[in-house]
């Protein structure tokens, strides 16, 4: 009311609420705010398009035995289309039918095993299809996951307990997390849309759960990069993150065909170090995508 006075706390990540447009306009009075907060869940709604339109894509590769010899930019003009973002989006929103991209696939010229090899002047691996170990810190460096103090995290109706953050997607502050309670071990931290939360039967154990306070302590989180092999490709890669004070952990490499698929886990700060770190490794030359592991 007027003549109020009131304090707003912020916070360095989050976001609006779907609540937030409710059709009473009880929280979100001018059409601006409203156009505004819509357009962010639009943007939010185009991301999980583009995931799912990444996942379809590389079934239907894998499927026509494309998957390490037809770039996915091919794929697109293939399609008339400009970028390989605007291809994920399309496919995940349903826009390009399976049909239709079956069709393009069975009709896309691909590179020769010869001009791949030309591209690529360096096997990074030599066992084909097994998983080589880069780089493990794990056992002369105290890299031990952190439990999250309480001033860390505000989780509901556990007081008391013990929460640690869940190795399966590493949530980073300040995404949306949830809390799963486990019987013996307290309350694992998961971020809102885990696929082991999202598929868990057990729903009355998932509490809520919000970052609080954190200082700068490091938190693990996986990306996967896939590029091309290349000589020196792994050295670079560790340059970038080098260059950024993010410290690999562990690095796995898998072999397919000419391309290297790498898993890498990394300690960061938060989601926006997350994210400046992949951006840098996809300026990389050869790296053909870097994505974070979803779960």
Not at 188 to 212: F, L, M, S, Y
Not at 249 to 255: C, G
């Amino acid at each position: 009311h007027a003549g109020d006075i009131i304090e707003i706390s912020t916070r360095n990540r989050g976001g609006p609420n779907p609540n937030w447009l409710s059709k009473d306009n009880r929280f979100v009075k001018t059409k601006d705010a409203r156009k505004k907060i819509a357009h962010y869940f639009r943007a939010q709604m185009k991301e999980t398009l583009i995931r799912k339109g990444h996942e379809i894509v590389d079934r239907e590769l894998s499927s026509h035995g494309l998957r390490s010899v037809l770039p996915y930019d091919q794929v697109a003009a293939q399609l008339g289309l400009s970028t390989v973002d605007e291809l994920k989006h399309k496919l995940g929103s349903g826009e390009i039918s399976l049909e239709r991209l079956r069709t393009a696939l069975t009709d896309t010229p691909s590179l020769s095993k010869e001009e791949m090899a030309r591209e690529a002047d360096q096997v990074l691996l030599e066992s084909k299809g097994e998983s080589a170990v880069l780089i493990d810190k794990a056992v002369t460096d105290d890299h031990s996951e952190p439990d999250i103090a309480d001033e860390g995290l505000s989780i509901a109706s556990t007081t008391g307990l013990m929460s640690k953050i869940g190795h399966c997607c590493y949530p980073l502050p300040y995404e949306n997390i949830v809390g799963f309670v486990t019987r013996g071990h307290g309350v694992t931290i998961h971020r809102i849309e885990c696929p082991n939360v999202i598929k868990n039967t057990d729903q009355d154990r998932i509490v809520p759960a919000e970052w609080g306070k954190t200082t700068n302590q490091g938190f693990r989180s996986q990306i996967v990069v896939e590029a091309l092999n290349r000589k020196g490709l792994i050295a670079d890669i560790g340059q970038v993150v080098a260059r950024e004070n993010v410290d690999i952990i562990e690095a796995h490499a898998v072999k397919r065909a000419h391309w290297a698929v790498f898993e890498l886990q990394l300690e960061v700060t938060d989601l926006d170090q997350l994210d400046l770190v992949m951006d840098k490794i996809r300026q990389t030359s050869g790296v053909r995508s870097a994505h974070r592991k979803l779960g």
